[in-house]
C-alpha cells in the first residue's frame, strides 16, 4: 500500500477523512473507498465494511472495521492521516 498520494487520489481521500453525518457521506465514503480498491491499495474486505455503511451516513466505517477487526492497516492509514 502506498503512502503518497497522487493528484487524482487526493480528492478521494479528502472524502474519507471527512467526518461521518452528512447527508450522502456513506455512499461518497464508499465511492472514494472504491477508487483506492481498483488501484490495489485496499483489500476486498475493508472495501466491503465501506459497502455495509454506504447507507449509514453518521456510521464511521473505522469503528465498524475495528469492531470487526478488518482492515487494521487501512485503520492505521485513515488515523495517521486524520492526526497529520
Not at 498520494?5 to 487524482?8: F, I, N, Q, R, Y
Not at 478488518?70 to 485503520?75: A, H, M, Q, T
Given at each position: 500500500?502506498s503512502?503518497t498520494?497522487?493528484?487524482?487520489d487526493?480528492?478521494h481521500?479528502?472524502?474519507?477523512l471527512a467526518?461521518?453525518g452528512?447527508e450522502w457521506a456513506?455512499?461518497?465514503?464508499?465511492?472514494?473507498?472504491?477508487?483506492?480498491?481498483?488501484?490495489?491499495?485496499?483489500d476486498?474486505?475493508?472495501?466491503e465494511i465501506?459497502?455495509i455503511?454506504?447507507r449509514?451516513d453518521h456510521?464511521?466505517?473505522?469503528d465498524v472495521?475495528?469492531?470487526?477487526h478488518?482492515?487494521?492497516?487501512?485503520?492505521s492509514r485513515i488515523?495517521?492521516?486524520?492526526?497529520?
Open positions: 500500500m503512502d498520494l497522487t493528484e487524482e487526493r480528492p481521500w479528502q472524502v474519507l467526518p461521518p452528512t456513506g455512499r461518497a465514503r464508499y465511492a472514494a473507498a472504491m477508487h483506492f480498491f481498483q488501484k490495489g491499495e485496499m476486498a474486505e475493508t472495501l465501506y459497502r455503511c454506504a449509514l456510521e464511521d466505517p473505522l472495521m475495528r469492531r470487526w478488518v482492515g487494521e492497516n487501512w485503520v488515523e495517521a492521516a486524520r492526526r497529520a
